[in-house]
């Protein structure tokens, strides 16, 4: 069974730019949720996804949004990049349906450098 | 808000000795998770924890949940330089609600 993944690996953008990031998650997963990972602030949740439809969101700027398409996968994007958005982006993604969650399938990340 | 607070940050053993990690939060969890991310790597799912004074075993490593459901630990034993990694404890909103907060990670290093 493939395991969670994420497009691009590592970009580099400048101030000002936009960002758009791929998950696809495992296949039979519906919930994808989403991670910023810094090594002052740790691991933050961004949001999540399932069916299509954000059920939650972490405390974050309008200027991260994400979507999840029809097959499950899903993107994210953060606009107006500021230098502070330098982070590790996750995803994963979880067989489980209800709000508690199961166990979380960590794709492998894509790390985002803004100059 | 409603954190989980991890401690040591750091914990250096020499390859052979115990290590402890503790995940401690004010509120009662419903549940945690932990979870070990390998130096470069992603977060990678260990167990997660339900019942009250619950403990499981994976090989060297024992977790354990409180009495109270308040705290958690895991403890190696006999540690590997393929231990190395930062490991983080999970906790999840109660009341339906899916929002994970991750502890801040403790980092293990194995000097052999």
């Known amino acids: 069974k493939a395991g969670v993944t994420q497009t691009p690996r590592y970009l580099i953008k400048t101030r000002g730019q936009q960002v758009t990031l791929s998950c696809s998650p495992i296949?039979?997963?519906?919930?994808v949720s989403w991670y910023q990972q810094t090594p002052g602030q740790g691991l933050q949740f961004l949001f999540e996804?399932?069916?299509?439809?954000?059920?939650n969101k972490g405390n974050f700027p309008g200027r991260f949004s994400g979507r999840q398409f029809s097959n499950s996968r899903s993107e994210m994007n953060v606009s107006t990049l500021e230098l502070g958005d330098s982070a590790l982006y996750l995803c994963?993604?979880?067989?489980?349906?209800?709000?508690?969650?199961?166990?979380?399938?960590f794709g492998e990340g894509s790390r985002l450098t803004v100059l | 808000g409603q954190q989980v607070m991890q401690i040591p940050q750091y914990q250096h053993v020499q390859e052979g000795e115990d290590f402890t990690t503790y995940c401690n939060s004010s509120?009662?969890?419903?549940?945690i998770q932990w979870y070990k991310q390998r130096p470069g790597g992603h977060p990678v799912f260990l167990i997660q924890?339900?019942?009250?004074?619950e403990v499981k075993k994976q090989k060297r490593l024992t977790f354990q949940f409180g009495e109270a459901k308040k705290n958690s630990s895991l403890h190696i034993t006999a540690t590997q330089t393929t231990d190395v990694g930062t490991y983080f404890c999970?906790?999840?909103?109660?009341?339906?609600?899916?929002?994970?907060?991750f502890g801040r990670g403790t980092s293990l290093i194995v000097h052999p």
């Open positions: 994963a993604s979880s067989s489980h349906v209800t709000g508690s969650a199961g166990e979380l399938f």
């Open positions: 296949s039979g997963h519906r919930s």
């Open positions: 996804y399932f069916s299509e439809t954000q059920r």
């Open positions: 509120t009662t969890l419903s549940n």
């Open positions: 924890l339900v019942k009250s004074g």
């Open positions: 999970a906790r999840h909103a109660s009341g339906g609600s899916y929002i994970p907060t």
